[in-house]
């Protein structure tokens, strides 16, 4: 059996057998081996270690922190992506996530940070041509490398831990990964509470390697044909939305009966490290082609999306107001 048909096999386990494996595992280490590591896990620091880093965090309050998308629009929702965090993408199947998503990463690398995009739906080169389509280009204009993929196409979930350090090690900026219910279980019935131990163990990473993760999510059928979904929409697991730092919603109803395709609503409903309040920012943003544009146009095509990385100043913004109740854990 090969190391990752090992490690799919481990995360399928009941925590029960995993622990008594662990307690196995531990008898067997040397005795000095298990003194260092219990030492390094009982490790203190104090306070002031941390007094400069929590002063520029007070000083930069409302402001973009760590990585800027450079797309206005989105920062004004976001307040930037710092290490550490793990923002969650979500929305319907068509909505954009994906491509949000990889206009938010082109964009990064496009201004000289790299970035690891992990991509376990679509082939490489598929995924490559999506990036075309978010920057307009043939991405020639790009440094050799500056953005990456994983090289196996087969991941288990315990791989991402190592990959993300690796990269990060390499001078990567930013991880994003597509999707995580590509990692779950096999059995429905296990399904939450595999997919709730991931995103916590992919939580750690981005905490551990000081780097943001962006995870794109799947969300559950929604009760009613073009309902606009909430953090409680995400699929299979309400520990997602408790570990994750920022949920964001993309939606546009594409219904035949829709009054206007071309409406893309951005909505950011958790925020835990700005103290922004879930549900009480949205950006409207308007489909034109392979581009979302801020100013709603005169003539459209609706056939794909993109972002726009342009400043401007035409986006909607709004509150939500209380018509959708919101219950995740902060």
């Not at 007070?58 to 629009?73: D, E």
């Not at 916590?200 to 799947?218: S, W, Y």
């Not at 459209?300 to 919101?326: F, H, K, N, V, W």
Request: aromatic share 6%.
């Amino acid at each position: 059996m090969s190391e990752k048909s090992e490690f799919r096999m481990l995360e399928n386990w009941e925590p029960e057998k995993k622990e008594r494996l662990l307690l196995h595992l531990l008898d067997e280490m040397p005795p000095e081996a298990l003194r260092a590591a219990r030492k390094k896990r009982t490790e203190r620091v104090p306070i002031q270690d941390y007094f400069k880093e929590a002063k520029e965090i007070h000083r930069m309050a409302g402001q973009v922190q760590g990585l800027s998308t450079h797309i206005k629009n989105i920062d004004d929702l976001t307040l930037g992506m710092t290490g550490g965090e793990l923002i969650v993408m979500s929305g319907p199947t068509s909505a954009g996530k994906t491509q949000l998503t990889t206009m938010i990463a082109y964009n990064v690398a496009a201004h000289g940070d790299k970035v690891l995009f992990v991509t376990m739906e679509m082939t490489k080169a598929q995924m490559t041509d999506r990036f075309m389509s978010a920057g307009g280009t043939d991405l020639s204009e790009l440094s050799h490398g500056i953005i990456e993929y994983q090289k196996e196409s087969d991941l288990a979930a315990l791989d991402i831990p190592y990959l993300v350090g690796d990269a990060v090690r390499d001078g990567t900026k930013l991880i994003v990964i597509d999707h995580l219910h590509y990692f779950g279980s096999e059995d429905d019935s296990n399904q939450a509470q595999a997919l709730g131990r991931i995103v916590k163990d992919f939580k750690q990473a981005a905490v551990a390697n000081n780097v943001p993760i962006i995870l794109i999510c799947h969300i559950r059928k929604l009760s009613s044909e073009g309902k606009k979904p909430t953090a409680n929409d995400l699929r299979d697991s309400s520990l997602i939305g408790q570990h994750a730092d920022q949920i964001i919603m993309v939606w546009r109803d594409i219904r035949p009966s829709a009054q206007d395709a071309t409406v893309v609503e951005v909505t950011n409903w958790k925020n835990r490290l700005r103290g922004l309040h879930a549900g009480k920012r949205r950006r409207t943003f308007y489909a034109v082609g392979a581009r979302l544009r801020e100013e709603r146009p005169k003539q459209t095509d609706q056939t794909s999306m993109s972002i726009l990385p342009e400043d401007g100043e035409g986006a909607e913004i709004s509150d939500l107001g209380e018509e959708e109740g919101l219950d995740i854990p902060f």
